[in-house]
């Protein structure tokens, strides 16, 4: 069992940078691969980048390549987005999700989740 809480989100202008961080309690943390997801208002949850529990290896979706980059800390039971050159087409609430059991890119197979933090971006 793993529980997560996110934070880190806020209004912010184009271009501007946040970073949000997800952090979790529970002991296997470590054994989970970790995501971020985002949902806007009226659209489903989308997936934003992925990170791998053994490898460190990192999934983006093509909107984040470039600009997003996810990261984690087993010691210290964290993950993060770092975000650049944010658009106002990021604006929604973000999510880190950790224990995948199918696909990286689908919320359906994602089972812990943190209570959301909203990015706005004004332009």
């Known amino acids: 069992q793993v529980q997560l809480v996110d934070s880190g989100g806020g209004l912010v202008q184009t271009g501007d940078s946040l970073r949000l961080s997800c952090a979790a309690s529970?002991?296997?943390?470590?054994?989970?691969?970790v995501a971020w997801f985002r949902q806007a208002p009226g659209k489903g949850r989308e997936f934003v980048a992925s990170?791998?529990?053994?490898?460190?290896?990192?999934r983006y979706t093509e909107s984040a390549k470039g600009r997003f980059t996810i990261a984690r800390n087993n010691a210290e039971k964290t993950a993060s987005l770092q975000m650049n050159s944010l658009k106002p087409e990021d604006t929604a609430v973000y999510y880190c999700?950790?224990?995948?059991?199918?696909?990286?890119?689908?919320?359906?197979?994602?089972?812990?989740w943190g209570q959301g933090t909203q990015v706005t971006v004004s332009s």
């Open positions: 990170i791998n529990w053994n490898d460190f290896g990192t």
């Open positions: 529970g002991t296997r943390f470590s054994d989970y691969s």
């Open positions: 999700a950790a224990y995948s059991t199918g696909r990286y890119d689908s919320s359906a197979h994602w089972h812990y």
